[in-house]
């Protein structure tokens, strides 16, 4: 014995399907923003990065090297993972030759909050004290 659906079936169960795909392709492009915990200038103490200094802003990322002036990248897309006590923020940004990068910083709660970067976690990167913030 076969069953027959009914046109007006059909069209709810279609409709259903469109509605969840909808839903997911919405919920998929949602844009993350900038932590407020990331947002601001960094320094650090490691020797390679003497006087230079990361400024992050929601929606621009600038480094500033000691004689080489800032190099103010737009930052196209953020995206924020969880893992434990830490995340991880992934930035999508551009430099003045509209050339695209990525950077990961992992956020650590310790010492007043540190930026480690994924590529290099050996360098802590801290807000600046005194009146350089």
Not at 3 to 25: D, M, W, Y
Not at 101 to 107: E, P, V
Request: charged share 25%.
């Amino acid at each position: 014995m076969r069953i027959t659906e009914s046109p007006s079936f059909r069209i709810r169960r279609k409709a259903s399907l469109v509605l969840v795909v909808l839903s997911l392709t919405i919920m998929s492009c949602q844009k993350q923003t900038m932590p407020d915990s990331v947002v601001g200038k960094w320094v650090t103490d490691d020797q390679r990065y003497v006087n230079c200094m990361l400024e992050i802003g929601t929606d621009h990322i600038t480094f500033r090297y000691p004689g080489e002036g800032d190099d103010f990248c737009p930052i196209k897309g953020v995206s924020v993972t969880k893992k434990g006590p830490t995340s991880v923020v992934t930035i999508d940004y551009v430099n003045a030759e509209r050339t695209s990068f990525t950077t990961k910083f992992a956020i650590s709660p310790e010492n007043g909050g540190e930026l480690l970067s994924t590529n290099q976690p050996d360098v802590v990167w801290k807000r600046p004290s005194g009146k350089e913030s």
